[in-house]
């Protein structure tokens, strides 16, 4: 099974080819059973090999297919590594991927049949090259598929291309996660000057010879770093993704929570033994993490459009997964990463579906109960928000209190500002929650009597996803709870390598209980603050003044970015273009053809067609070259 | 004789040549000083053909073949170019090159 690894991503990239090309040929529903199909397919092969990955004692294999490059000593495959992380992350991809073409089959129903076909191929090319960033067996293959995603990313943010805003949101995250992008570059080319080789087991075994008190592995961890930054949007280049929701909703809860977004912290979880050997780093990676989680949720608590909410509260977990990874627990960001997946595709699917009932509307202040006109999606989403609070008993709180629990081993200060951002997480989510479902209906008549639960095909992956949210929690229960950690012992082979140089923390059963009470009290104390304060929300009106501004207006971030960046940028560019290119350069080649021209003119006048003149003119030059001979004697 | 004498009459001639081409106004006076010059060349040829066989140089004669073709090219030369100003002269009863510049246009 292992060596049909290869259908993988290929069946994703078939029905691209086939919707794609044929995308003025297809019918709505051929379009979307071939792009729901290929990756149900790729679903259903990912199962199998996670189910052969999964015997104890399996051994990460490589399936070579072509070799790609090939100079000198450098070699790189074209390769598939298949391990414990990559079934893992295959399994996230295509499931959520099933899943979330399922339910686009009926919420891009409104769009033309070739608008439908150009959705599921792009969509398809995004699972396409996800599946090759988890799958490729070096540095150089993650790349291209790390390249594809943000090309897809860019694609589906501008898929309504005839609205400008949509355009700029997809420029401006290409644009940053391009500055990333160099840095992942420059990390690569790094590697190959020092270790000559990008293959992941040769650069680790180099890396791990090196030891840790080697100056070139903190150049590389960072800039990788850099990368999963842009990619993963962490401070500094995480702005992009709150304006990626411009996008349709399935590919926000694909693309913008589920999946490409957490490329960086798979890179990092998979290059582990690098950021163990770099400690510093692995703290500004947990610092960079925490700043961003803090920030992105405070932003969160006073945003009114439904999505922007959600996409703040994806920067604030990507956050809380870059402080797992950050303090060293690494299995502990993967599970985050895949309840993560699994309760934030669900809250965005349920927002879709609310957008979809309320016509297009988007702003949480004209909505409101809408619990009785949609009950699955009411009751799916109150899933997600308590998954995501963490509240006792649910995925997120296993995966989140793991966090903390690791973060208060190492240090008590981070400890401290990540609780309070988990509360933070719960207040946003249930104030969105109160505001969306309770209540009483806020928005126009026309709106009230459209209000509809969603079709089959919509509820059908709330469901599931519901489902998952609320049971996937237990694959990773932590020691406390006398059960096996089924995912550490899944995952332990792949985070083998940094165990002998990391620091081993341990925790006192009672501490961890106390821990866990503590937030699990403070989180549901939030949510009662949270439910009396906006269970019967009216909209005032009222303009939003002092902290609670700033707050709205996102810390000014944007603004300030226009303004030490793009600003000063576009004056440079300026510049360039008046003092050098118009009357530098243009003045200078305009010159060369102007006195071309006039030189002409003048030597023209020579040309007088007076025989005589001609025969006199040759005479008196070689009396002159005569002379010049003599003369050099 | 020494060599020197006939340098100098070739040279003179060949200014002569030069002079009257530049200076003459009919074309057959033209004619004939490139005539003129052309014979100037010829002239220097033999003289110094006789200097190197006097010389010793075997091979010294080789020079006088250039002056059978320069002979034969300029007789070609005169039949053409005579043959155009016996057309010149036809068109405008005139043999005065000046009047040839109506060709610029």
């Known amino acids: 099974m292992i060596n049909l690894v290869w259908l993988v991503p ?85 499931g959520v991927g099933t899943l979330i073409h399922i339910y686009s089959t009926s919420y891009m129903h409104d769009e033309t049949s070739e608008g439908f076909a150009r959705y599921f191929a792009y969509l398809n090319l995004f699972i396409f090259s996800m599946l090759i960033l988890v799958l490729g067996a070096n540095y150089v293959m993650m790349f291209i598929g790390w390249e ?17 805003n949509y355009n700029n949101a997809a420029k401006k995250a290409f644009i940053m996660n391009r500055i990333g992008d160099l840095g992942f570059l420059l990390g690569i080319f790094m590697m190959i000057v020092n270790f000559g080789s990008v293959t992941f087991p040769e650069v680790f075994e180099k890396a791990a010879a090196l030891g840790a008190h080697s100056a070139v592995i903190p150049v590389i ?32 809860a694909l693309i913008h929570a589920a999946t490409m977004v957490t490329a960086g912290i798979y890179m990092i979880a998979r290059s582990n033994i690098l950021y163990t050997l770099a400690p510093c780093i692995q703290t500004f990676v947990a610092v960079i993490g925490l700043v961003t989680a803090v920030l992105a949720a405070s932003i969160a608590l006073k945003q009114d459009d439904i999505k922007k909410v959600l996409a703040y509260s994806t920067v604030s977990q990507l956050g809380y ?13 993967v599970f985050h990463v895949m309840t993560h997946a699994f309760f934030k595709a669900l809250l965005f699917l349920g927002s879709g579906s609310v957008i979809h009932a309320m016509g297009g509307e988007q702003d949480i202040r004209k909505m409101g109960g809408l619990k009785k006109y949609m009950p699955v999606t009411n009751i799916t989403f109150l899933i997600g928000c308590l998954a995501i609070a963490g509240v006792p008993g649910l995925s997120g709180f296993f995966s989140k209190d793991e966090i903390l629990s690791s973060t208060f081993e190492v240090n008590k200060i981070m400890y401290v500002v990540g609780l309070l951002t988990a509360l933070m997480t719960a207040f946003y989510m249930f104030r969105l929650y109160y505001m969306t479902f309770q209540g009483k209906f806020r928005g126009t008549h026309e709106q009230e009597h459209h209000l509809h639960e969603s079709p089959g095909a919509m509820t059908f992956p709330l469901i599931v996803l519901a489902i998952l949210a609320v049971f996937a929690g237990y694959i990773g229960l932590p020691e406390v709870f006398g059960a096996k950690n ?4 899944y995952l332990a082979p792949v ?25 699990s009290i403070l989180v549901i104390i939030t949510i009662f603050l949270a439910r009396s304060w906006f269970r019967n929300y009216e909209d005032t009106g009222v303009q939003r003044t002092g902290f609670a501004k700033v707050l709205e207006n996102k810390w000014y971030v944007d603004e300030i970015y226009d303004a030490i960046i ?39 006048l020579l040309q007088s067609g007076q025989v005589g003149f001609y025969i006199f003119a040759m005479v008196i030059g070689m009396v002159v070259l005569f002379v010049i001979g003599f003369l050099l004697k | ?30 004619f004939m000083c490139v005539e003129l010059m052309l014979n100037a060349v010829n002239l220097l040829m033999v003289a110094f053909s006789k200097m190197w066989a006097d010389a010793g140089r075997v091979d010294a004669g080789s020079a006088q073949i250039f002056v059978f073709f320069i002979m034969v090219v300029a007789a070609a030369e005169v039949a053409v170019g005579l043959a155009i100003i016996v057309m010149v002269y036809r068109n405008s009863h005139s043999v005065d090159i000046n009047i040839m510049n109506r060709l610029k246009n």
């Open chain 1, 10 to 94: 290929f069946l994703p990239l078939l029905g691209f080819l086939v919707n794609g090309l044929g995308r003025r040929y297809l019918s709505k529903s051929l379009s979307g059973i071939i792009g729901s199909g290929a990756v149900l397919a790729a679903f259903v092969i990912s199962l199998l090999i996670f189910l052969e990955v999964k015997q104890p004692g399996f051994q990460a294999q490589v399936v070579n297919l072509f070799d790609f490059i090939s100079t000198g000593s450098l070699h790189i495959p074209f390769a598939f590594q298949v391990d414990q992380l990559s079934a893992l992350f295959l399994l996230i991809i295509t």
């Open chain 1, 148 to 164: 594809g995603v943000g090309l897809c990313s860019y694609l589906l943010i501008g898929f309504w291309y005839k609205n400008t």
């Open chain 1, 221 to 252: 961890a960072i800039l990788l770093f850099v990368g999963a930054m842009g990619k993963s949007a962490q401070l500094p280049l995480y702005t992009w993704l709150p304006d990626a929701m411009a996008g349709p909703t399935p590919v926000s």
């Open chain 1, 321 to 333: 997964m870059f402080l797992a990874l950050g303090v060293g627990a690494y299995t502990t960001a």
């Open chain 1, 486 to 489: 089924l995912l550490a012992e």
């Open chain 1, 495 to 519: 985070f083998a390598p940094s165990v002998p140089f990391a620091e081993v923390h341990h925790l006192e059963h009672n501490t961890e209980w106390l821990l866990m009470g503590l937030s």
């Open chain 1, 566 to 604: 793009v600003k000063p940028l576009m004056g440079l560019s300026r510049f360039f273009e008046e003092a050098i290119e118009k009357s530098g350069i243009d003045r200078l080649i305009n010159g060369v053809g102007r006195s071309v021209y006039w030189g002409s003119q003048q030597v023209r």
């Open chain 2, 1 to 30: 004789m020494p060599v020197q004498y006939y340098i100098f009459l070739s040279i003179a001639l060949f200014c002569i040549g030069v002079m009257g081409v530049l200076m003459r106004r009919n074309a057959i006076i033209i």
